[in-house]
């Protein structure tokens, strides 16, 4: 009578274990599949640009394949366990987890499902001022030991006269040259009330890494008939001013033309 009860215990026990087992292998399969999809939905809605550098984007769309190729068959495991009524083997316990099993796919599948419900924006003027856009320009990371463009200077963009400016400093070089740059405004508290410093978030891997550039912009008028955060194409010619102690390269409007913020609002 004991040995049958002791055989019952056994059953249920194992029972138990294979329910477990089998919503654990669920749990993984739906967890593998949200991100999966997070992935291809920021690269379909075009977002990924936001988040990485196009160099990368290739992995994260294979990445986003990868885990949905595993969602489907973890799928196909859990559905033919089921069907043949095969044992579930348990983790064994004698081995240390720092988290008990199926938390650790209970949160990332957490996280992922936070994701979907969100979509990327770009990083705007008030991060730009943390990181330290400078008035005074804000170089470039990357330290070029030359650098030569046979563009014409209104057709530089500011990422270019940044680096122009990173290798050949001198403000006055530049003098009377035309500029038509596109960023967004930042009213620099060190600038006088009619100026404004057109902006640019350059990345060079990943969304963490994204930096700020600008030139200060000397407008007719106060800076606060240009919302921080617009985006304006800046048309004028560039000259040398003493601002905020420094000697630097100005932009001169002669016209401010509001544009839409672009799908990928980052320079390279």
Known sequence: MASRRSDQTRKNDQTRKNRTGLWLIWLDAVMLLAWGGLMLRFWLTGR????LHPDYVWLAIAAGFALLGLGVAKLWEALRLMRRGIAITQPSESHANLLPPGWSSALLLAIALFGLQFTPR???????IERGVAD???LTRSQPQSFRTNTRPEDRSLIDWVRLLNVYPEPDAYTGQKAS?????????NLPSNYFTITRFVITCCA???YPVGLPVRIEGDRTAYEQDQWLRVEGDMA???LDGQRQLVIQATSLTPIEEPQNPYDY
Do not use: K, R
Not at 122 to 128: I, L, P
């Open 181 to 189: 740059v596109e960023g967004f405004v930042i009213h620099s508290p």
């Open 240 to 242: 040398t001013e003493t």
């Open 208 to 210: 963490a890494d994204v």
């Open 122 to 128: 770009a990083f705007a003027s008030q991060v730009a």
């Open 48 to 51: 990924i640009n936001i988040l």
């Open 136 to 138: 005074t320009l804000t």
